[in-house]
């Protein structure tokens, strides 16, 4: 098994890298974006340009990332020339483009995406559920209005497939995988603190604080006071006890999660059904859906790890 990569150049050429010395590839339920950083050893012949306009990217007859270039270079060193690439998925784009602020009506997430997310490679789960309004506040993403559809709507957060659709409900193709016990290397539980926040309390509409708050005993118990004042968020004013307890809740994201490494890559993505023979430190247990996923390849082979937030909004695509 090995990553392949299809690039295409500014001159309309089509480059295949299939020489892969090591690469780094990595993706979280909570960013539209997969990332991928990949060294590549090319003849002398092979290389006309780095220039590249489009990233496809195989790994075991699996397509993980179809997206742009964000850095390269190609080096001539002893051992010969070796391309390197940066490259990230198209839907990353939803996190850096912002979406012109104001007030806007009988908003769907398809008419977000037909009318205002005009970014090609991307596509969004249909639905038609429909806001009576939704506020966009300054230097807002994207990205950000998908979150807030989501959020108001179903009560989850969106996140983005290899293919670089946008969803809010689980898979609906019938992609599973299994791992053998006998490929298993590691298996651990953590828990992250870091983010977690205790109170936060938001200005009303007079600048004055104290009529709108939110609490969680959950840093608390464990000895962590953070305590966030914000200005008036207007985005969340058509409902604002929803919105201060989502900040809440995505302050926990990371709080605790299960993770394994196995031997090699079986194809899966972001929410697709994974098997195991049976339970590890609480995973498995017959089927579990992982919520990011890191590969790293080299000369020692590929290891694949799987992690599962045991988190508010990890839980809630339904």
């Not at 909570?30 to 590549?40: D, G, N, Q, T, V």
């Not at 390269?72 to 602020?101: D, F, V, W």
Request: glycine share 8%.
């Amino acid at each position: 098994m090995s990553l392949i990569v299809n690039a295409s150049t500014i001159t309309g050429e089509e480059i295949t890298l299939d020489k892969c010395l090591s690469f780094n590839f990595k993706k979280d339920r909570y960013h539209p974006s997969a990332i991928l950083s990949a060294r590549f050893h090319l003849s002398p012949n092979d290389w006309v340009t780095v220039d590249y306009t489009s990233i496809t990217a195989t790994l075991g007859g699996r397509v993980i990332l179809k997206g742009y270039l964000e850095k390269g270079s190609i080096t001539m060193t002893a051992a010969g020339y070796i391309c390197t690439i940066r490259a990230r998925a198209k839907s990353a784009l939803l996190e850096q483009n912002h979406i012109m602020p104001g007030t806007y009506y009988n908003m769907t997430l398809n008419k977000l995406n037909s009318d205002y997310i005009n970014l090609s490679g991307i596509s969004f789960q249909p639905s038609t559920r429909a806001l009576n309004y939704i506020v966009i506040r300054d230097s807002a993403s994207m990205w950000e209005a998908t979150s807030h559809i989501c959020v108001r709507n179903w009560d989850c957060l969106p996140y983005a497939t290899y293919d670089n659709e946008i969803r809010f409900g689980l898979p609906t193709n019938n992609h599973q995988t299994t791992i053998n016990e006998s490929r298993i290397i590691s298996a651990s539980v953590k828990a992250d603190n870091s983010t977690s926040i205790s109170s936060i309390y938001m200005k009303d509409t007079s600048g004055n604080y104290g009529a709108y708050s939110s609490h969680n005993t959950y840093p608390q118990q464990r000895g962590i006071v953070r305590i966030k004042h914000i200005n008036t968020d207007l985005t969340w004013l058509a409902n604002i006890t929803q919105g201060l307890k989502s900040k809440l809740d995505f302050s926990m994201r990371y709080s605790r999660a299960r993770e394994i490494s196995y031997h090699g890559f079986g194809g899966e993505d972001i929410y697709e059904p994974v098997n195991m023979d049976s339970s590890i430190m609480g995973i498995g247990d017959g089927q579990f859906r992982p919520h990011a996923i890191r590969i790293k390849g080299g000369s020692r082979g590929i290891v694949t790890t799987l992690t599962i937030y045991d988190d508010y909004y990890s839980g809630r695509n339904t």
